[in-house]
């Protein structure tokens, strides 16, 4: 189709739009179908390398990493409710490893959220930690079989990396992501 387009092989603007389209949704698929294969290799892979880590505002790089994601779900219909996150804590972590961990972890709000539900968001300090939580209600009648689980594990594998802790709760009708950080406080 690109070939066709490159080479003005069209009649119509229609044709034109069409073959665009079907291009666009290939390089989707390509682009999924790239990602499983990341996941697939990161997680099964034996690499220990070591990831560079840096000291962040907590409730600076979380209100930019999930407020993106927030924005893009709320686009498409969904209730986000954010957490509130106290200034002045400060988390031990790698940006682009947490975003990825959350693209992971938003990746599955789309696919298994109940639309109808709020996707809430909460952060609660104790013993110099921070705990940051995210519960949605899970669609009813979703096939959970399209799931290799692989995204799951590579969270758990990237929070080790980042220095926090990744647990999930699946009571069936909801689900909840866990991540645990330690907090110095400025």
Do not use: H, W
């Not at 096939?143 to 594998?157: P, R, V």
């Amino acid at each position: 189709y690109l070939n066709l387009l490159k080479q003005g092989e069209y009649s119509t603007k229609e044709d034109m739009e069409s073959y665009v389209d079907i291009c666009y949704e290939k390089a989707i698929q390509l682009k999924e179908l790239s990602d499983r294969l990341f996941q697939y290799f990161y997680v099964f892979g034996n690499s220990n390398e070591k990831t560079e880590t840096e000291e962040y505002e907590a409730s600076l790089l979380f209100n930019q990493v999930i407020g993106e994601y927030a924005y893009l779900l709320s686009e498409k219909g969904y209730d986000i409710r954010l957490a509130d996150i106290e200034p002045d804590c400060y988390i031990e972590t790698n940006a682009l490893y947490l975003n990825r961990l959350f693209g992971n972890v938003f990746s599955n709000i789309e696919k298994y959220a109940d639309r109808l539900s709020p996707i809430t968001m909460d952060a609660e300090y104790k013993d110099g930690k921070i705990v940051y939580t995210i519960k949605n209600k899970v669609k009813q009648n979703v096939s959970k079989k399209e799931s290799t689980g692989i995204g799951l594990l590579s969270c758990k594998k990237i929070a080790k990396q980042i220095g926090c802790s990744f647990e999930t709760i699946d009571s069936g009708d909801c689900f909840e992501v866990k991540l645990t950080f330690s907090v110095t406080k400025k």
